[in-house]
């Protein structure tokens, strides 16, 4: 499979031997850095993880469009390989921030904020019942809605059941307590 892949390449030019073409080169470049970014996957931190595969991956992109477009366009390597290169460069650089931006961030694995069941807060307004008010969770101030079918006055303790968005769903300290 990879010397096919060579093969097309280096037929991609008019010339009867063997030349490193710039699909090649992008080629070779793409394979290095993909293959970098395996082998130092685990030391880098969680946000800096896929940006080396984005640019291998980009490089590889523009392999197959160069390859692609001198196949289409019968033309030679020989003026492109050197005053065009800079256009190359900024080329790849747009597809590697295009897949760090895009695709990158799909690779990721985020840890979900959960709240433990029944935890404690205490409330900073009073909270009528399905209507929404301000508690203090964990040393910050959430908005929270009533569950209850009675308000909850300010400074009461209550009880966190869960969380809907970046609103938190509480129920009365006594309610609890009645049930147990």
Known sequence: MYSILIWSLASATN?????????????????????????????QPQRYRFYVLMMGVAALISSFVLWRGSVTFQFSWANVMYEDFDWQIFYWMGISLALSIWIRPIFIVRKKFVIPEATEATTISEIFPGETGMVIYEGASWKARNEDSQGIAPKQKVYVLRREGNTLIVVPDQLIHVNS
């Not at 710039?22 to 130092?40: C, E, H, K, Q, R």
Request: aromatic share 20%; net charge positive.
């Open 15 to 43: 010339r009867s031997s063997f030349a490193f073409t710039p699909p090649m080169f992008w080629f070779t470049v793409g394979i290095v850095l993909s293959a970098i970014d395996l082998f130092i996957q685990k030391t």
